[in-house]
């Protein structure tokens, strides 16, 4: 399994991936799901990928044998909005579904991927997609301005609680690196390291792009500090009148 | 969906279900998926269900129809232990499999169900099962002292920090709560009233038998404290020095 998150917030984005992959339980291993796009001043893309992972590495593959390409329908680097780079995307991924979707099938293997597709272009806003398998895309709005892909119930609640729009980057930071803690406290195929990029809104650079690994001081002493945080407050809980 | 949740402790068993069920997100509606069998005296059996709401009626039907049998294969009331307890529901289910089974995947229906059994016959110990719906089944032990059936991720997280099997009672039953708030806060398949049944070890009698209302006041002050309490946690965490 997989877990990735991207957030669109006012102040700017944050995307956070795992690194695990696994074949069965036999086969585990670490990959990167995060692949940062900013070779072009103007602007910056970020892409986390869940799913199959031989479908999303031939996805990324694609987008970057194609970067300097002038066609703005291939290229990142050249196409005219962030709409465009998920259309784009979308496109790069039902080029692998002809290539590869008839012979997964006949092994029965599904044509599984999902992407987490966000930036921005110098002068136009921050968009976040969803690029699904099919090719096709949903935005993040104000309403729901995060995505989630891969294993993605366990650390669900703690975003529902704390993220907004209006949330400063650090903040969602945090929240991210929590909501991953829940995952990873539940779930042995989700893990670090985790790949973390902060892009602060209308810089077009990534002002945090770090590699947070399993004994990370920071995040063991989030991870503690929220263990026994939630402890303490389950401690405080009133008990029922009617439990006794 | 459904959320139902049993738990075997040291001190004696807690379960906990909630009441939607839907078919389909205009066919919403409120049935108790929590039984307590206690009309006979050397013994509590409390049962959850989850899955095709037609499939665990039928069990229950075939379960309470049975009680008054002395076939020690048919009836809760006359089993002679708690594992044959779990293999004559597991047998109910299996009848309704033949019954219906059939019928079900010419409608391209799968045969969903899965149950929690737990209790305890006086002189021996308590016990608890999870029924899965090919009518096989299994315990829970000292490692794993409770099940979870239908919505299970979005609780699942602070039951793993805080249950054991010394957990008392009263703190079980908070815990399960806290994991009912925060399936019900991410998922709208799950909804109160939640049944909640509480058996103190060696009595074979419930000592709390309770639906909880959406207005229920204990519960409504339970999920502020929590929601206030996890923000504060949260706000306290320290920020990293990388995310300036």
């Not at 036999?26 to 103007?42: I, N, P, Q, Y």
């Not at 209308?202 to 929220?226: E, F, G, H, K, M």
């Given at each position: ?233 389950f401690?405080d809980l009133p008990d029922p009148d009617w439990a006794l």
């Amino acid at each position: 399994m997989t877990y990735c998150l991207g957030m669109r917030l006012d102040a700017g984005m944050v995307f956070v991936s795992d690194s695990r992959t696994n074949a069965g339980v036999d086969s585990v291993a670490t990959f990167r799901k995060s692949f940062v796009f900013d070779g072009a001043e103007d602007r910056i893309v970020v892409i986390l990928t869940a799913g199959n992972l031989a479908i999303t590495q031939s996805v990324i593959s694609l987008l970057e044998e194609r970067l300097d390409s002038d066609d703005p329908a291939r290229s990142l680097y050249a196409a005219g909005s962030m709409y465009d780079i998920a259309r784009l995307t979308g496109n790069a991924v039902r080029e692998v579904f002809q290539e590869d979707g008839e012979h997964l099938r006949q092994h029965g293997s599904e044509f599984a991927a999902s992407l987490i597709v966000g930036g921005q272009i110098k002068g136009r806003r921050m968009r976040l997609f969803n690029v699904y398998a099919a090719g096709n895309f949903i935005e993040a709005t104000e309403d729901t301005p995060y995505f989630q892909i891969g294993e993605t119930k366990y650390g669900k609640p703690i975003i529902e609680r704390v993220l907004t729009p209006a949330t400063p980057l650090v903040q969602a930071t945090k929240c991210a690196l929590v909501s991953f803690d829940s995952t990873i406290q539940s779930n042995l195929s989700v893990a670090p390291p985790l790949d973390l990029v902060i892009v602060p809104a209308d810089t077009q650079r990534a002002s945090v792009r770090i590699r947070i690994a399993d004994d990370d001081p920071y995040w063991n002493d989030l991870r503690r500090r929220w263990g026994q945080g939630l402890r303490a407050l389950f401690d405080d809980l009133p008990d029922p009148d009617w439990a006794l």
